[in-house]
């Protein structure tokens, strides 16, 4: 997607039965992204250039990506909705 900083692709790692333990959101060494993991989930925040922020949720068999939202927090409260639903419905 044009106008994205940084993007962190999980290549390999979740079809290997990689499962990431859970950590809380933490600025990535990227610029402009944080992440977090979450019961096998990883969460991403992604600062878009012009402004705002899109989220993803990625894991084994699910891929989830926001629209561009106002704000940091914004993003990152959508994703942890994203990865409860998603521990729910599993």
């Known amino acids: 997607m044009a106008g994205r900083r940084g993007r962190h692709e999980f290549t390999g790692r979740h079809e290997a039965g990689y499962q990431p333990?859970?950590?809380?959101?933490?600025?990535?060494?990227?610029?402009?992204?944080?992440?977090?993991?979450?019961g096998g989930l990883v969460l991403t925040v992604t600062q878009?250039?012009?402004?705002?922020w899109e989220a993803e949720v990625e894991g084994p068999?699910?891929?989830?990506r926001s629209g561009v939202l106002a704000t940091r927090l914004t993003a990152q409260?959508?994703?942890?909705?994203?990865?409860?639903?998603?521990?729910?419905?599993?």
């Open 48 to 52: 878009v250039i012009g402004g705002g």
């Open 77 to 90: 409260g959508w994703a942890d909705r994203k990865a409860e639903d998603r521990r729910r419905d599993s």
């Open 21 to 38: 333990a859970d950590e809380p959101w933490a600025r990535s060494s990227q610029r402009g992204v944080w992440r977090a993991y979450s």
């Open 61 to 64: 068999g699910v891929r989830d």
